[in-house]
């Protein structure tokens, strides 16, 4: 990859603003009045079901689609109609990447840094991050799908560019694949590149993002930090008690319980105000073998996304519920 490294400046101008986009196919709206700013450095994850718009959205930021009103601003250009200055400033890999199959993995990915003027050493050292450096010369036709996806970053990374949007990149790679891709991205990020990521792995997200928008249904239902999500949107925590330890019944009533299952071979306590509730079950049950999983993001997407199907918020109704649980999960653990 480019030597050259970006320094990140969080209080420039962003690397995309998008100010009230709407995208419609017949009387489906894909994108749905969305505004959002990613900034200049940062690591950007777009969430949401399918048909929610992700892809749709990343298009038009990229100058591939055209919005049907509102605007978009890459580096403070409009990327549409296709703006070939800003194409060495970009990469993208999409989730139906064009490959010339004929050729060999170094030989294609020679093509694509001889489009951008990147230097051929470039080659070498992409090969070699996205883990096909033992593949030279595989063509391209012979490469399995996960090798291809492989390929199709490398392609969007080759000439080292400032802004990179990446679509599900890691949707065909097996676990070690997924690990060894996130060190790359990990490594993109420390140089100060931009990087516009969806991906339905959630724990990928937790992991890599800086920020992450949730999109729903076209719309962008909430944008914040994952841990900022993860601390305020109310995903309750789970004690695992084994059974026989203590009654549903009496779990119920303790402090702090906001519901009790049984699963496998524990009893599962849900609560928002952990601390409370083990304090309550130590004297009854002690702790051995008690175990505690916190909330993720998954939970709190996964809350997010179902509120949105059961009634739709707008982004005032969810910056409120936001604001209703914060305080009600202050209040809980006083």
């Known amino acids: 990859m480019s030597s050259t490294s970006p320094t990140p400046d969080h209080g420039a101008q962003p690397a995309v603003t998008v100010s009230d986009v709407i995208k419609s196919y017949g009387d489906r709206r894909a994108v749905d009045g969305v505004s959002l700013d990613v ?83 470039a080659v070498d050292a992409t090969l070699d991050a996205v883990g096909l450096g033992g593949q030279h010369d595989v063509r391209v036709d012979n490469l399995s799908g996960g090798q291809r996806q492989r390929l199709a970053i490398a392609s969007a990374l080759v000439h080292g560019p400032e802004l990179i949007f990446l679509d599900e990149p890691t949707a065909a790679l097996d676990p070690e694949g997924r690990r060894d891709l996130w060190e790359v991205l ?28 949730i999109l729903v249904a076209g719309r962008l239902v909430v944008t914040d930090e994952p841990q900022h999500l993860i601390g305020t949107f109310g995903a309750t925590s789970r004690l695992l008690v084994p059974l026989g330890r203590i009654d549903e019944r009496e779990a119920s009533s303790l402090p702090g319980v906001d519901g009790v ?33 916190t909330p993720t993001l998954e939970d709190v997407y996964l809350e997010i996304t179902a509120r949105q199907t059961q009634a739709p918020l707008t982004a005032n109704d969810t910056n409120n519920a936001i604001s209703a649980i914060t305080a009600n999960n202050k209040e809980q653990q006083a």
């Open 39 to 121: 900034r200049r450095g940062e690591f950007f994850g777009l969430l949401g079901p399918n048909g929610a718009g992700k892809s749709t959205l990343v298009e038009i930021m990229e100058g591939l689609r055209k919005a049907d009103s509102g605007s978009v601003t890459v580096f403070g250009e409009s990327p549409w109609p296709r703006n070939t200055g800003l194409l060495p400033r970009m990469g993208v890999q999409t989730q139906s990447s064009a490959f010339f199959v004929r050729q060999t993995v170094h030989e294609h990915l020679r093509t694509v840094a001889a489009l951008f003027g990147a230097k051929r050493e």
């Open 186 to 213: 990990r490594g993109l990020k420390a140089e100060g590149r931009t990087i516009v990521y969806t991906t339905h792995h959630l724990d990928e997200a937790e992991a890599l993002c800086d920020r992450v928008g």
């Open 261 to 293: 299952t049984v699963q496998g071979g524990h009893l599962v306590l849900e609560t928002r105000a952990t601390g409370r509730v083990l304090a309550a079950l130590d004297p009854l049950t002690g702790l051995d073998g008690v175990q505690t999983r």
